[in-house]
């Protein structure tokens, strides 16, 4: 097995994200975006997509199997289209378009939704949700697919969109669970196809296991703890610093 030559706060940073990545998957979804970004600190450019997403997949199958109650399979059945959909464009633009030009643009779509969605709460006192409509689902979903395509950041996107259609903590958490499982999956074979995934970039998943088994547990704890109120204020302001974050040179 053959580990990158990283230096000790080059393996911090990895480790920082995979951790970040297991709390996401446990429910905090803005926790996940920081893994990215962290990742993406430690090994720059398309590389960092390609370590990242079999933690991902990881993280999925043990949250899907322990959130099996409250899931909103008509909402991943009509996102499922838009999203492969999604993918696919993501698959062509992750081979022409530059870091540098995608990321702000991520940011500010982040960062649009998150603001739109306040300010309908705001607007009608805290209960605004957004309407089930077929054109919103396919639009969502295709910028889901395209974002976690290029970057594994489609989290925010999806976070404000379900908490905007009204989920409570449980659907929200046992729905985006299963939605990214297969999401996530389904991305594989496209990520072997670029060679964005193969046995160097696995040998790393294999050591960062337990700094993501770590992350999931902790952020298991910290979501049963949290009212609902508190659990969309965070997940939300994550969402928001992420956008910044991905704003920022």
């Given at each position: 097995?053959?580990?990158?030559?990283?230096?000790?706060?080059?393996?911090?940073?990895?480790?920082?994200?995979?951790?970040?990545?297991?709390?996401?998957?446990?429910?905090?979804?803005?926790?996940?975006?920081?893994?990215?970004?962290?990742?993406?600190?430690?090994?720059?450019g398309?590389?960092?997509?390609?370590?990242?997403?079999?933690?991902?997949?990881?993280?999925?199958?043990?949250?899907?199997?322990?959130?099996?109650?409250?899931?909103?399979?008509?909402?991943?059945?009509?996102l499922?289209?838009?999203?492969?959909?999604?993918?696919?464009?993501?698959?062509?633009?992750l081979?022409?378009?530059?870091?540098?030009?995608?990321?702000?643009?991520?940011?500010?779509?982040?960062?649009?939704?998150?603001?739109?969605?306040?300010?309908?709460?705001?607007?009608?006192?805290?209960?605004?949700?957004?309407?089930?409509?077929?054109?919103?689902?396919?639009?969502?979903?295709?910028?889901?697919?395209?974002?976690?395509?290029l970057?594994?950041?489609?989290?925010?996107?999806?976070?404000?969109?379900?908490?905007?259609?009204?989920?409570?903590?449980?659907?929200?958490?046992?729905?985006?669970?299963?939605?990214?499982?297969?999401?996530?999956?389904?991305?594989?074979?496209?990520?072997?196809?670029?060679?964005?995934?193969?046995?160097?970039?696995?040998?790393?998943?294999?050591?960062?296991?337990?700094?993501?088994l770590?992350?999931?547990?902790?952020?298991a704890?910290?979501?049963?703890?949290?009212?609902?109120?508190?659990?969309?204020?965070?997940?939300?302001?994550?969402?928001?610093?992420?956008?910044?974050?991905l704003?920022?040179?």
């Amino acid at each position: 097995m053959q580990l990158p030559d990283f230096t000790i706060l080059e393996w911090c940073l990895v480790a920082f994200a995979a951790f970040c990545s297991g709390v996401g998957k446990a429910g905090l979804a803005g926790f996940g975006m920081l893994g990215v970004v962290g990742m993406a600190m430690a090994i720059p450019g398309r590389a960092s997509t390609g370590i990242v997403l079999p933690m991902l997949v990881a993280a999925d199958i043990i949250a899907a199997s322990s959130f099996r109650s409250h899931i909103d399979w008509r909402l991943i059945r009509r996102l499922g289209a838009p999203i492969a959909a999604g993918v696919v464009a993501g698959t062509g633009l992750l081979q022409v378009i530059p870091d540098r030009h995608f990321r702000p643009i991520l940011g500010t779509i982040i960062l649009v939704l998150v603001v739109t969605h306040w300010f309908r709460q705001w607007r009608s006192g805290g209960s605004a949700t957004m309407p089930h409509h077929a054109i919103i689902a396919w639009g969502m979903g295709l910028l889901v697919g395209i974002t976690t395509m290029l970057a594994n950041a489609a989290g925010p996107i999806a976070t404000v969109y379900l908490l905007a259609l009204g989920l409570g903590k449980e659907q929200f958490v046992h729905t985006m669970a299963w939605l990214f499982l297969f999401v996530n999956l389904f991305k594989v074979p496209f990520m072997v196809y670029l060679n964005l995934i193969n046995v160097s970039s696995l040998s790393l998943n294999a050591v960062l296991i337990p700094a993501l088994l770590c992350g999931m547990a902790s952020g298991a704890w910290a979501v049963k703890k949290l009212s609902r109120k508190k659990f969309e204020i965070i997940v939300l302001t994550l969402a928001f610093l992420s956008a910044i974050k991905l704003l920022l040179p």
